[in-house]
């Protein structure tokens, strides 16, 4: 998808006033006490580790730190990581100059 | 997610280990082949392991080939599996089908009915009744027509202000609500005399209406006619009452018993023995075919009806059959002894035949001796009212 074709979506999208998480290439996390995080949109997974988890998405990739981790309710789209979670960062492939 | 992994019990899944470096792809390609994988675990760098249905244990199979990955089921778990492990077992299988369909074939009949709401005379009554209209112990419960049999009940007798039944399981319950009998009454505008309803000498006459025929100090006996529903005029004719008014007479009861010095009695030494009978349809089974132990023993026998739940009953019974072992004593008691045993006896049965024992005005004891055994008699002397209508 080059730049045009997305700046006329990102100008559709806001005409509509469509919420940015419908956008399927948006990642949307959900975190649940310390125990847990649903992550919508992801791309796949990089890497899986007792300790550490670290996903793939269309913006950049989610690291999770923590304990225990395990995969749940994995499907195309929405993935749940469970356990106990220390921190959470990012890896932002996307410039900031989005216009 | 939870309902999924319940789905996935039933229809079985397995637990597999997966080792190898490329276990990120494997996850990946499972997902994007829309494969479900739950209950993932990593254990080491290398080693993982995951649960996943049957029917796609083939397909991961592949995919892990395709990984590198070395893959092994490490638990079966889900009943395609515990199926599997009975299946030489046909004979298990069988008569667990034959238990079930049992069951369900028993609980379209009818096993126990219950009558309650009425003393033990009229609930047999109303269970022949029940009878006679073909609604027996072991019936079709579709047969049963209810509210045609209630009709049919409340039709026949009087006694019954209320009458409910109700199948509970096996168990038909009938409800039965007795209504107060009526007291025979004779209209005001009827003629009537009254007339005695025991023998004894009268005390007193108080006759509102009528002619008293009898005075004080006469005897009577039953039948008699104490005061008339008529009154003669000298002038008239006989002009006809409803006659009315109290007659208290003295009236008798006695009771008479010997009472032996020696005494020969029944005394239970403790030691039980039980029983059990199998009965299915009059078809009796004895469980324990030996004579009882004791020489002198009474006997206790209770039916028990096997259930499975409160209202499933089965139409087989237990009968138990208790056993008391009793033992023969005998007893010496003095006269004065034996006086005061017989008085005792005989006050009791006395108390119970009249109604109220502030009416008692006199007893009398007499007793007669002999070598053996004492005579007691107990007389009570009770005032009462021995009057009654009756119609002309």
New interface residues.
């Given amino acids: 998808m080059n730049s045009r074709k997305k700046h006329l979506k990102n100008r559709i999208n806001k005409a509509l006033q469509m919420p940015d998480e419908i956008d399927f290439e948006t990642p949307k996390l959900t975190i649940l006490k310390f125990e847990e995080v649903l992550i919508e949109n992801y791309k ?7 300790f550490f988890v670290r996903i793939q998405t269309f913006i950049g990739i989610i690291n999770i730190n923590g304990f225990k ?8 789209d929405d993935l749940v990581v469970k356990g106990k979670i220390e921190s959470i960062d990012f890896e932002s492939i996307v410039g900031n100059g989005e216009d | 997610m939870h309902i999924k992994t319940v789905i996935y019990y039933i229809l079985g899944y397995v637990n597999v280990v997966v080792e190898g470096f490329f276990i990120e792809r494997f996850i990946n390609t499972c997902i994007s082949k829309r494969i479900f994988l739950w209950n993932t675990n990593r254990n080491k760098a290398t080693i993982f392991s995951a649960n996943t249905s049957i029917s796609n244990y083939r397909e991961v199979v592949k995919i892990a080939k395709k990984c590198q990955c070395k893959i092994k089921i490490n638990k079966k778990r889900g009943l395609p599996f515990i199926l599997n492990k009975y299946r030489k077992r046909k004979l298990f299988a069988i008569t667990l089908v034959v238990i079930i369909l049992a069951i369900f074939t028993i609980s379209n009949f009818i096993w126990n009915i219950e009558i309650s709401g009425i003393n033990e005379e009229k609930q047999k009554e109303i269970l022949s009744f029940i009878n006679n209209e073909g609604v027996n112990v072991g019936i079709y419960k579709k047969k049963v027509n209810i509210q045609g049999l209630i009709n049919k009940i409340r039709i026949a007798r009087e006694d019954i202000a209320w009458i409910g039944m109700e199948m509970k399981g096996t168990n038909l319950v009938i409800k039965v609500v007795e209504a107060d009998e009526k007291p025979q009454i004779i209209d005001k505008d009827e003629w009537c005399n009254i007339i005695a309803k025991k023998d004894g000498i009268i005390a007193k006459v108080e006759a509102l209406n009528g002619t008293p025929i009898v005075s004080e100090g006469d005897t009577v006996k039953k039948g008699d006619i104490l005061v008339q529903g008529w009154i003669e005029g000298e002038h008239t004719e006989n002009r006809y009452v409803h006659a009315e008014g109290n007659v208290m007479a003295k009236v008798w009861y006695s009771e008479k018993e010997k009472v032996y010095y020696k005494q020969e009695y029944e005394n239970q030494t403790g030691n039980k023995e039980k029983k059990y009978t199998l009965n299915i349809n009059n078809f009796k089974i004895n469980l324990f075919k030996t004579l009882s132990k004791f020489q002198n023993y009474d006997t206790i026998s209770t039916i028990k009806k096997l259930k499975i739940t409160s209202n499933f009953y089965l139409p087989v019974e237990i009968i138990v059959d208790e056993h008391l072992e009793k033992q023969k004593r005998q007893a010496n008691y003095s006269k004065n002894e034996a006086k005061e045993i017989g008085i005792n006896n005989l006050k009791n049965k006395l108390n119970e035949q009249i109604q109220d024992e502030g009416n008692i005005s006199n007893i009398y004891i007499n007793t007669s001796e002999t070598e053996d055994y004492i005579e007691v008699e107990v007389i009570y002397e009770v005032l009462e009212n021995i009057g009654t209508k009756e119609k002309l």
């Fill in positions: 796949g997974i990089l890497e899986y580790q007792d981790l395990t995969l749940e309710e994995m499907t195309s």
